[in-house]
């Protein structure tokens, strides 16, 4: 009766492990759990240590961000970033007296005049098309207030697509008040220049008054302080950097009357003289065409030409052709061959009359009182 009630189990207990078996499973089961505890726990270990660089890495970025707002706090620089339709996303900084709300989610046609905000639109346009960065200088009333803005405009890039530009303006407008005031300054201390000048030739003119044999001498002296005038009004012209060459000899011609029918030709680089040399050289220039213009057979052709050599030299012709006559002053032989030849470091080559009429050549050096001009000089 047994056998028949455990023969229809013998099928399950022929399929059951062994114990050897048993004890073998359950060591892999063991060994599998032990590397599942050290695997979590190698992630647990690269988790920490993620959490720990991300917070270092915020906490830098933080620092960073910190110091960039301080930074433009306390500054005129404005940072804006714009889509490609040209319409404000985010600003730091912007320019005073406008706020966040002024200008987030606005055009530049909002709050610029017409002129500027297109011509900002149109630089904004050629960034987004090119992908290349430009630099801007713009000028409006913004609030009532003339101000002036330099700084650039950039591309904003995303997966190698340009999906906006960022601009960083600069506001320059007490930097262009300041030049504004001293170039008022310098144009009023000309003005009493001048009239200083003026004072000095009345005295010396009153002074001549009973004594014949002066009289030669207030034209001349007159026309020298006139010089010494014109050579202050171009510097302050240009800033008090310097002036150019073909200025000076341009307005030495024209200061001096019975030359207008005299054809002067100019033929050399854009040469700036410096302050210091400038006067001397209106002075030098106001001789040479005083002595054509009292000539007996005045010149029938000046050509006046200079350049920079390459080995560091800078060569000045001056020559008036059809003349045997021209007659440089004492003062004006002194000034030529002495005077200029020092401020210009160099020599005199040739004073005087020559077989083509009369010649004045000097030789001098390159450096901060005479140098290639700029082309925005």
């Known amino acids: 009766m047994v056998g028949i009630a455990v023969w229809p189990m013998i099928p399950r207990l022929v399929g059951q492990p062994t114990r050897q078996e048993a004890n073998y499973a359950n060591a892999l089961l063991m060994e599998g759990q032990s ?8 992630l647990s270990d690269l988790n920490r240590d993620l959490e720990t660089r991300v917070a270092g890495r915020t906490a830098e970025l933080e620092t960073v961000r910190h110091r960039f707002e301080m ?13 490609t339709d040209l319409v404000f996303t985010w600003t730091h900084n912007p320019p005073r007296p406008l706020t966040q709300a002024d200008v987030l989610g606005h055009r ?7 002129v500027e905000a297109a011509e900002f639109a149109s630089i904004g346009r050629r960034v987004l098309a090119s992908g290349a960065a430009e630099r801007f200088e713009i000028s409006f009333v913004l609030r009532g207030q003339q101000r002036w803005f330099e700084g650039f405009v950039e591309p904003v890039k995303a997966n190698g697509e340009v999906t906006g530009i ?19 300054i310098l144009r009023e201390l000309t003005h009493r220049s001048k009239n200083l000048l003026a004072v000095v030739q009345g ?14 001498f207030l034209a001349p002296f007159g026309g020298r302080l006139l010089a010494l005038s014109s050579a202050h009004e171009l510097l302050v012209q240009n800033g008090w950097r310097g002036i150019l060459l073909d200025e000076v000899v341009t307005r030495a011609w024209a200061d001096v009357e019975r030359t207008t029918h005299i054809k002067v030709e100019l033929d050399g680089p854009r040469v700036l003289l410096g302050p210091d040399v400038a006067q001397n050289v209106m002075l030098g220039a106001h001789e040479l065409v005083s002595a054509a213009a009292a000539a007996e057979q005045p010149p029938h052709r000046v050509l006046v030409s200079w350049s920079l050599l390459p ?13 045997p006559s021209i007659e440089v002053s004492g003062f004006g032989q002194r000034l030529l061959r002495t005077v200029l030849p020092v401020v210009l470091g160099g020599e005199v080559t040739a004073l005087g009359i020559s077989e083509a009429g009369f010649a004045y050549g000097l030789r001098g050096r390159i450096g901060p009182q005479l140098r290639l001009a700029q082309q925005s000089a």
Not at 35 to 42: E, S
Not at 204 to 212: F, I, K, M
């Open 108 to 114: 530049p046609s909002d709050f610029l005049p017409p």
């Open 203 to 216: 005295i010396a003119r009153q002074s001549a008054e009973g004594c014949p044999e002066a009289s030669g």
């Open 166 to 184: 960022l601009t960083a303006a600069i506001d320059v407008s007490r930097y262009k008040e300041h030049e504004r005031e001293m170039r008022d």
């Open 35 to 42: 590397a599942n505890r050290r695997l979590i726990d190698q």
């Open 311 to 323: 080995d560091g030299a800078f060569r000045l012709d001056w020559r008036m052709y059809g003349t």
């Open 71 to 83: 930074a433009l706090d306390g500054s005129d620089i404005s940072i804006l970033e714009l889509d």
